[in-house]
């Protein structure tokens, strides 16, 4: 019997599967081991479409995931999945995490302390400049900067991190095997060898209008906080501090001249309550201490950021069963450890936002701690 990440693994490739498809899985709650041995008829009574039910048992048969499993080690691809310890657990936080993160280069940057850093595609020489210098005070203080190897921002944020020795991540709209912008070949294998790549999309996913705006929501969710550098009032990086917000996650912007029309996208994001900021200080002073000892530890906001006042729950008779889960995970936890709930319990109890409080159930869900029962009501297993 394979392992359920291995599993994870080939559904998440599946032709037909997404995202929500995999979460609905898991929702049965099922043992993932199992789903190799089903029939196309049994995927049915789930409602897939008839040509995803007759694909997924050769999908999913060993020797398959297996074939797949060792071409990605003979191209030194590494792979984790949410089932993984090493799982970044800032990206628990986000709504919809990536069930899979396919990597080349330093997989250990992922627990660093990470920036975003996007902008326009065609920046001014105001814009170019001034990324270079943030990114060269963020590096001086051991922070990593994450960017989408597009043209422009991205490409020059990634440039000034590598020219300064720093530590860079690129999160691609691509497989890890396709380079694109392919003027950005260069690029890619300096951070290949001196940073990291990542993606969630497997081997061969060529470019398309879709992936890009699903990979910045994972430049969002790696990072403590994002940075627009320059972007006009349609520029997808603004696709970025949308999911940065919708994560409770900080928000920079850099004011431009208001006659341009690269400044339009910032000026607005100043006026919804981005961030100024001047000078890489401006952001490194909004996490003070915390650079020290956030390197690889979950960041908890404080209360007043979201996060719940745990002092009226009750603390558990039996911590250590609970000591491999992250802090929300062990909020949610005791919650229901005084008695089963229902979604909209748990959430006056914990004050988290619904999006955290979807991802943190998915996750203990996964964990096999929790169980979801009918009514949206939740019980420990």
């Given at each position: 019997m394979m392992d359920e990440r291995h599993v994870l693994i080939g559904l998440h490739e599946a032709p037909g599967?997404?995202?929500?498809?995999?979460?609905?899985?898991?929702?049965?709650?099922?043992?993932?081991?199992?789903?190799?041995?089903?029939?196309?008829?049994?995927?049915?009574?789930?409602?897939?479409?008839?040509?995803?039910?007759?694909?997924?048992?050769?999908?999913?048969?060993?020797?398959?995931?297996?074939?797949?499993?060792?071409?990605?080690?003979?191209?030194?691809?590494?792979?984790?999945?949410?089932?993984?310890?090493?799982?970044?657990?800032?990206?628990?936080?986000?709504?919809?995490p990536p069930w899979v993160l396919y990597m080349r280069g330093n997989s250990t940057l992922l627990q660093s302390f990470c920036i975003g850093m996007v902008g326009t595609r065609v920046p001014t020489a105001y814009g170019r400049r001034v990324a270079e210098l943030l990114v060269q005070g963020l590096t001086a203080k051991g922070i990593t900067v994450v960017s989408g190897l597009a043209r422009g921002i991205d490409s020059t944020c990634h440039e000034a991190t590598l020219q300064a020795h720093g530590q860079t991540i690129a999160v691609l709209g691509t497989g890890v095997d396709v380079i694109y912008p392919p003027e950005n070949r260069l690029l890619y294998e300096r951070i290949r060898e001196n940073g990291l790549i990542v993606s969630e999309y497997p081997l061969g996913t060529r470019p398309s209008p879709g992936t890009f705006p699903q990979r910045n929501r994972i430049i969002a969710g790696l990072s403590h906080g994002s940075i627009v550098v320059e972007a006009d009032e349609r520029s997808g990086s603004l696709i970025t501090a949308d999911f940065a917000m919708e994560s409770n996650r900080d928000v920079f912007a850099v004011p431009g001249p208001i006659t341009s029309p690269k400044s339009k996208g910032t000026l607005s994001l100043l006026k919804q309550g981005a961030i100024m900021v001047t000078c890489a200080d401006d952001i490194i002073n909004e996490y003070d201490s915390r650079l020290e000892d956030l390197c690889d530890k979950t960041y908890v906001k404080q209360e007043d950021n979201g996060i719940a006042n745990t002092s009226n729950i009750p603390p558990s008779g039996d911590l250590a069963n609970i000591s491999h889960l992250t802090e929300q995970e062990k909020t949610i936890y005791l919650i229901l450890e005084q008695g089963d709930a229902t979604i909209d319990e748990i959430q006056a109890k914990s004050n988290f936002d619904f999006g955290l409080l979807h991802t943190v159930l998915l996750s203990l869900i996964i964990k096999k701690q929790i169980s979801q029962c009918s009514g949206a009501v939740y019980t420990l297993i």
């Open positions: 599967i997404g995202w929500k498809r995999i979460y609905g899985i898991l929702q049965q709650h099922v043992d993932l081991r199992e789903l190799p041995t089903w029939s196309a008829g049994r995927w049915r009574s789930l409602g897939m479409p008839e040509k995803v039910a007759q694909a997924l048992p050769h999908e999913l048969s060993e020797a398959v995931i297996r074939e797949k499993l060792a071409r990605y080690n003979n191209l030194d691809i590494e792979i984790i999945t949410m089932m993984d310890d090493t799982y970044p657990l800032l990206m628990k936080e986000i709504a919809q």
